[in-house]
């Protein structure tokens, strides 16, 4: 329980004290009515002794009171009703609440840390009212009236008469039989005369007189002389006196408001009004009866007897007089009690008090006490042992107690009032009233069996319950507290008699009586035993006893020594549950909010929700919206796991009350919503109009939009690709303050500066909104917040600041989406947009919508399922207005020491853009764009530019990772017009006919690679767009043409254009712009090609130098036909190269066109020779030879666009490839330059294009590809590929511990290198005829020519001695030997011819392969010497005959 402010053993005695009656005359109570008061109000707060007093005890012991207190009343002759009763204590409980701003006990248990009122006044007062407003009953004494004071005033005319008068009406209510209430202790009642005398009006010497004269009739001991009234009413304002019964009649009179009029007093049913009427003490409107001067008013509590038969009042009854309500709230208007009364008359009534309780009640009691004893002692004593000295005789020393069941049901049973049992109980209740514990309990314990033998078990209860309060209060506790006594009382009041108010009262004093022992468990379980559904009070719910009860058993579990914390919850819940019933709604929501400190936060979340429904119900009653509106809020924002049916009704609880907070106040913020969820950090920004969708052939660059995932590896690709265009037009050099163009702003994004958004271009934010519950939500007029700060142009900020709700149309617009549906436990996202029109500072606030739910279903099958149409699709059943904020956390920092060891949050302002001025806005829309290509397939479209704003644009470029994918043809190409041939068959090149005669031999051409932008130093990336005249103004649009060729490796290309633009006026704080197109192309296999370049054995060319070069191309068909291509024709073979051409085929089959099938492979062989020295000398050095082999009758230019353009991109993109750097040490610089020399020997650099066509059936209908491949020859005899070459993964090798040795690279030639140096030819005759029959030697003469082909000083040895003797090699070279010298030693300079002249000797006919001389070769200036490889390739063979 509760802590109380009075201990039980002060509330005990406090609870039962003796009570005396008061019979006043009119006059009487005339005096006393102009202090506003009732005399027994009057004596109220002076009732209690300020002394000890004594007496002494039948045994003539001196017995001492402490604090005693005595009870004046009005006598009332009507039982109060138990409605009104429960009326009296409805309104005592609800005008007693916790203090505002009452500080509450913090209790640690566990986890929990909850604040709790540590007191319970209501209950106090509820308690306190309760035990006052008992009903006196037959079988106990307690509060049956010992004395009666009959008072008059000096100012009577006859005050002695009217004292008989009063006696005599004392003695007719006591002793007639009309009268069954109240009820009197004894039959000879004390009598105490007191004369009220009126010091400021009346006269004194009369007043002594009187009391004189009533001293003599009835003894110094039975009467008093009590002056008040010292000063007049209207003196009252000059002096402040204190107030002592305010609190006593606030207490016991809810509200004080009371009328003096005579009349009956009756109780209407008055819902509205606000004043009451209920005294305790019964100070309420006399009635004149039989001519009497006073007589005994109804009891405060006494209903309407015209009401219906049950009493029950169902609605919130006041009892107030019959004058009317405008007169009683008047009378009561700054009442001031006492007013006539100083501080000395409060003395004299305290002195009063202390005269009659010393001088009348206490010795009338003692009297009494010693009278009930002896009288006991008389009559029944003898019989009564006699007769209980025979049970034990026959019985054995214990009587068995019989069992409460067995016991019949005799609680109606009724003794006379002079029963010897009664007399015990009178004065044991006696003892008791005077804190004689020890006589009482041996009294009521005595009383206790007699009535149990008896089976009168009200009597024996009520026995049974005093006597275990009087063994609890004996001083020095001799016996403990028999707690089973109080439980029996319990039981039997409750069960057999059914008298709950009994009950109530035991489980009050005995829950106290634990609470004091610690017993906090006992203490509970009594508590709860009295709470359940179904017991009544006499017709009337238990719902408020049940609540206190409860909530007081809570109390106890968290009072335990270990706190038992879910209980109190618990239980906290169960009280408010009652007390809601009870029509107490701050206390239920009082109860209910103690508990959710339990539950909350504990993952109870279907309690959670029953309290927070149960809360906001109870504040939306209580007109607490706002604690309403928060309650509703936790049961949507919590992850509810209730049922659709129940989210439903939270939900359209939660609008109802919310519509109500906001009618409250329809002009003030819009209060922020807590559906749906929204992710802010999901939130992004696009800047940017939408993009239209293709058009037929016509086909929208991609760009950016909302609909693409964010992907960190083509964001960083975008980013590279924007840095190399600004670093081009930057003269190279990335500027500082660059910044990459962000179009779409997300939680990936560098958020950490102001955007940049364009006026007049719209703006987007797509808010990611999550429905957590099972019923679907509908948002209307869902629009964006935000806040404006315009600028003039000058870039000066306006004064005025204004917060733009609802916007101004002139400097944004807002689109407001009508309807927005969001489903059941659904995550979907709203695009808002606004449209700026003026320059300036925005700042995104969030979104402001109406939050319905939808009417009928829970769940929305389609459009046309629900009936019924507000102005949307949905039927709306109600809606809020409010908004949510858009609030982004930015990234955490991470930067400096601080940094780290804090948690720092960087800003996030992606949703606070700066609106700049206009700039122009670039589309591009691609025509034709092919999906599809062969690996090499050539394919033309078109790309359209349009300028859509209202600015110039100009410095228009391309840039693009893949530059061999694409080109705008060379310088020339759109000034040159596409050939007539070319445009009949569609052809993309630039063709030209050609006569048969020409076939197999090259035409030539030639052109420079600075006309297709691949100069020295040029970025073959970066493409400048062929604009005419450079600009495209506002509104225009030109069509470019644009060829495509397929990618050599096959499967699927993503290929990113960026195309980067300015405005002709420059702005400060966006330089240029860009838009990005992203191309998807599928290639399917076409063409290998695969070439060798080899030095040609004949060294008679036209200059007699060996120059010549064979060059073989194999072409193998790896179409796998899924394409529909039925064959491949190679049209064309060209070389292009700066100082190589194609002479003619050496092809030897006769098919002219080269046909293809698939899988079919393909040889060709071509002779290549060096282009004329003074045609490469005089030409710069990016001029580039181009050379056509025709197989058909139509030449394509391949040194027009596109041929050449690609041809020109595959080559920068193969010289991008990393090349060794060669170093630079002076001393090593002769040797780098002789190998430079020694390479250059090996290199060639020729290029070879395959042109080819192919014919594929697709709709039945056959079409032309054409496409190129290329192939780069770097070296002489190295096979080189069209195609990319996959690399073999290295083998896995074993680890080695060892450190490698100092290895420098080696700056000496390879063998293959040195080997290259030196060409050989052997001339002689094919076969030759010798007589050998006549001459046995044959001599032939062999000439042996040697070529220098490096640039470098050769120094060469041959050697003719053949180079193994083993015999398996001597069959190999037959038996010849060369005659004459074996070895010579040659000096050959820079590309030198030498011929040495020798002679070879047979002895048989036969072949025989001359290769045989070995050719060694060192650079001059290198020690080591290597042996050429030259003629190993082919042997040299000759035929000796016989003649």
């Not at 019985?395 to 049901?409: A, D, F, M, Q, W």
């Not at 058909?1192 to 750097?1221: H, M, T």
């Not at 090798?1293 to 690279?1305: A, C, D, H, I, Q």
Request: with cysteine; glycine share 4%.
């Amino acid at each position: 329980m509760a802590q109380c402010v009075q201990s039980v053993q002060e509330l005990i005695p406090d609870s039962f004290v003796p009570c005396v009656a008061a019979l006043c005359s009119d006059e009487a109570e005339r005096l006393t009515r102009l202090n506003h008061l009732s005399f027994a109000e009057l004596l109220k707060p002076f009732s209690r002794l300020t002394s000890e007093v004594h007496m002494r005890d039948p045994n003539n012991q001196l017995h001492i009171i402490k604090n005693l207190k005595i009870a004046v009343s009005n006598i009332i002759t009507q039982p109060p009703q138990p409605g009104a009763i429960r009326k009296l204590l409805n309104d005592v409980v609800s005008g007693s609440q916790p203090a505002e701003g009452l500080v509450a006990n913090v209790i640690t248990a566990g986890d929990y840390d909850l604040n709790i009122s540590a007191t319970t006044p209501w209950f106090e007062s509820y308690r306190e009212t309760f035990l006052q407003s008992m009903p006196a009953s037959d079988h106990e004494f307690l509060n049956h009236y010992l004395a009666c004071m009959l008072v008059t005033s000096s100012s009577e005319a006859e005050p002695m008469e009217q004292f008989s008068k009063l006696s005599q009406e004392q003695h007719r209510i006591q002793h007639n039989n009309d009268y069954s209430y109240p009820k009197w202790f004894i039959p000879n009642t004390l009598k105490y005369y007191v004369l009220l005398h009126d010091v400021s009006a009346g006269d004194e010497q009369r007043a002594e007189s009187i009391y004189e004269e009533m001293k003599q009739k009835y003894g110094t001991q039975g009467c008093y002389l009590l002056k008040i009234n010292s000063r007049t009413p209207n003196r009252a304002s000059d002096e402040q006196i204190p107030d002592p019964w305010s609190q006593y009649l606030q207490k016991n009179s809810i509200q004080n408001q009371e009328s003096y009029e005579d009349g009956p007093c009756t109780i209407t049913s008055n819902k509205n009004s606000d004043s009451n009427l209920l005294s305790l003490d019964g100070l309420d409107n006399e009635v004149k009866v039989d001519g009497l001067p006073n007589n005994f008013r109804t009891h405060p509590l006494q209903l309407d007897p015209s009401g219906d038969s049950s009493n029950s009042i169902d609605g919130p009854d006041h009892v107030k007089s019959a004058s009317s309500l405008h007169e009683t709230k008047k009378a009561n208007a700054g009442i001031i009690h006492g007013a006539c009364l100083t501080l000395t008359d409060h003395d004299r009534i305290r002195q009063f008090i202390q005269e009659f309780t010393f001088r009348g009640l206490l010795p009338h009691i003692e009297k009494t006490i010693r009278q009930l004893n002896d009288q006991l002692i008389s009559r029944k004593g003898l019989s009564r042992s006699l007769f209980s000295a025979t049970k034990k005789w026959f019985s054995g020393s214990k009587v068995p107690e019989k069992s409460i069941n067995e016991l019949k049901n005799t609680s109606g049973l009724l003794y006379p009032p002079e029963a010897p049992e009664l007399q015990i109980r009178k004065m044991a209740d006696l003892c008791f009233l005077v804190q004689h514990y020890d006589l009482a309990y041996s009294c009521y314990h005595t009383a206790k069996k007699d009535f149990l033998n008896d089976q009168a078990m009200l009597y024996a209860a009520g026995a049974l319950e005093m006597a275990a309060v009087s063994a609890f209060l004996q001083p020095g506790a001799p016996r403990p507290y028999p707690a089973h006594y109080m439980d029996t009382a319990i039981q039997t009041y409750r069960d057999i008699c059914k008298n709950m108010v009994l009950a109530e009262r035991c489980v009050l004093l005995s829950a106290e009586i634990l609470k004091s022992q610690s017993k906090y468990s006992e203490a509970a379980a009594l508590l709860i035993r009295l709470t359940s559904e179904q017991n009544t009070w006499k017709g009337m719910d238990s719902d408020l006893r049940s609540a206190l009860l409860l909530e007081q058993a809570a109390h106890c579990f968290i009072n335990m020594k270990s706190p038992m914390v879910r209980k109190y919850a618990f239980h906290m819940i169960l009280a408010g549950h009652r007390f809601s019933k009870a029509g107490q709604k701050k206390h239920a929501l009082r109860c209910y909010c103690q508990a959710m400190q339990v539950y909350k936060g504990k993952g109870w979340s279907l309690a959670e929700d029953h309290i927070n429904f149960t809360i906001g119900r109870q504040s939306y009653t209580l007109r607490q919206l706002d604690n309403a509106v928060s309650a509703f809020r936790h049961i949507l924002i919590n992850e509810s796991k209730q049922s659709a049916a129940q989210q439903g009704a939270f939900l359209r609880e939660y609008l109802y009350v919310y519509k109500n907070v906001s009618q409250l106040s329809p002009d003030g913020p819009l209060p922020q919503l807590p559906l749906p969820y929204i992710n802010s950090s999901a939130t992004r920004v696009f800047f940017g109009h939408d993009r239209r969708p293709a058009d037929g052939e016509k086909q929208a660059a991609t760009h950016v939009n909302l609909d693409q995932e964010y992907d960190s590896e083509s964001s960083q690709q975008w980013r590279e690709l924007e840095e190399h265009v600004v670093a081009v037009v930057s003269r190279g050099v990335l500027p500082s303050n660059f910044h990459p163009t962000e179009y779409c702003l997300n939680s990936y994004s560098d958020n950490s500066r102001f955007p940049l958004a364009v006026v007049e271009e719209p703006i987007t934010v797509e808010v990611a909104f999550r429905n957590p519950l099972k019923v679907p939500l509908l948002l209307t007029d869902l629009s964006l917040l935000w806040k404006f700060q315009p600028k003039d142009v000058s870039g000066k900020e306006n004064e005025e600041v204004k917060e733009l709700v609802k916007s101004e149309p002139e400097m944004i617009g807002t689109e407001v989406v009508p309807e927005f549906l969001i489903n059941s436990e659904e995550s979907k996202v709203a695009r808002l947009k606004l449209f700026p029109h003026h320059i300036g500072e925005l700042h995104i606030l969030g979104v402001v919508y109406n939050l319905g739910t939808l009417q009928g279903s829970m769940t929305v099958d389609g459009i046309g399922a629900l009936p019924g149409c507000h102005t949307g699709k949905h039927s709306l059943s109600m809606s809020v207005r409010g908004r949510q904020d858009l609030e982004i956390q930015g990234p955490r920092l991470n930067n400096t020491k601080e940094e780290k060891t804090s948690i720092k949050y960087g800003p996030d302002r992606r949703l606070d853009p700066i609106i700049t001025e206009e700039m122009p806005l670039l589309e591009v829309f691609f025509i034709h764009f092919p999906t599809g290509l062969l690996c090499g397939e050539i394919r033309k479209a078109y790309v359209e530019f349009v300028n859509v704003s209202k600015c110039p644009l100009t410095g228009l470029k391309v840039v693009s990772k893949r530059p061999e994918f694409f080109t705008f043809g060379g310088n020339t190409a759109v000034l040159t017009p596409l050939s007539p041939s070319a445009s009949e068959n569609c052809s993309a090149y630039k063709t030209v006919v050609t006569d048969s005669t020409s076939v197999c031999t090259a035409l030539i051409s030639s052109a420079s690679s600075v006309d297709f932008g691949i100069g020295i130093g040029s970025q073959p990336e970066v493409i400048p767009v062929p604009l005419p005249d450079t600009v495209l103004l506002p509104g225009a649009s030109v069509q470019l043409p644009m060829w495509l060729r397929g990618p050599d490796e096959e499967g699927v290309h993503e290929i990113n254009f960026l195309f980067y633009y300015e405005s002709v006026k420059k702005q400060p704080k966006i330089r240029h712009r860009i838009l990005r197109h992203t191309a998807v192309i599928c290639t399917s296999r076409s063409l290998n090609v695969r070439a060798t370049v080899c030095r040609s054995n004949s060294l008679e060319d036209e200059e007699g130098r060996g120059g010549n070069m064979l060059v073989f191309v194999d072409v193998e068909n790896t179409n796998t036909s899924e394409a529909g291509v039925k064959e491949f024709h190679i049209v064309q073979v060209s070389s292009s190269s700066k100082h190589w051409k194609l002479q003619k085929s050496v092809n030897l089959s006769e098919n002219k066109d080269a046909k293809l099938a698939n899988r079919e492979k393909g040889k060709f062989c071509f002779k290549a020779i060096r282009c004329k020295e003074g045609e490469v000398a005089t030409q710069s050095s990016e001029k580039y030879t181009f050379a056509d082999i025709i197989f058909g009758n139509e030449q394509i230019v391949s040194s027009a666009s596109p041929c050449a353009d690609f041809f020109y991109r595959s080559l920068s993109s193969e010289l991008k490839k990393p090349q060794a750097q060669s170093s630079l040490h002076t001393e090593k610089q002769s040797i780098e330059d002789t190998m430079r020399l020694i390479q250059k020997c090996n290199e060639v650099d020729l290029n070879i294009v395959v042109l080819w066509k192919a014919y594929v059936v697709e709709d039945s209908k056959q079409l032309i590809l054409e496409g190129q491949h290329h192939v780069v020859l770097h070296t002489i005899g190295k096979e080189a590929f069209s195609y990319p070459q996959k690399q073999e993964p290295p083998e896995m090798e074993l680890l080695k511990f060892f450190r490698p040795e100092n290895t420098t690279v080696s700056s000496r030639p390879s063998v293959e290198q040195l080997s290259n140096l030196i060409k050989t030819s052997l001339h002689y005759p094919e076969s030759f005829s010798h007589p050998f029959h006549q001459k046995s030697l044959c001599l032939v003469p062999v000439t042996l020519l040697l070529s220098n082909c490096s640039k470098a000083d050769v120094d060469v040895i041959v050697d003719l001695r053949h180079k193994t003797t083993s015999p398996e090699a001597l069959e190999i070279h037959g038996s010849f030997t060369w005659l004459g010298q074996t070895q010579y030693k040659l000096h050959l300079k820079s590309q030198e011819l030498h011929s040495l002249q020798l002679k070879a000797c047979f002895v048989h006919t036969g072949v025989y392969n001359l290769g045989t001389p070995r050719v060694f070769a060192k650079l001059s200036d290198q020690v080591t010497v290597f042996e050429t490889s030259q003629q190993s390739s082919m042997p040299a063979l000759i035929i000796i005959n016989n003649v």
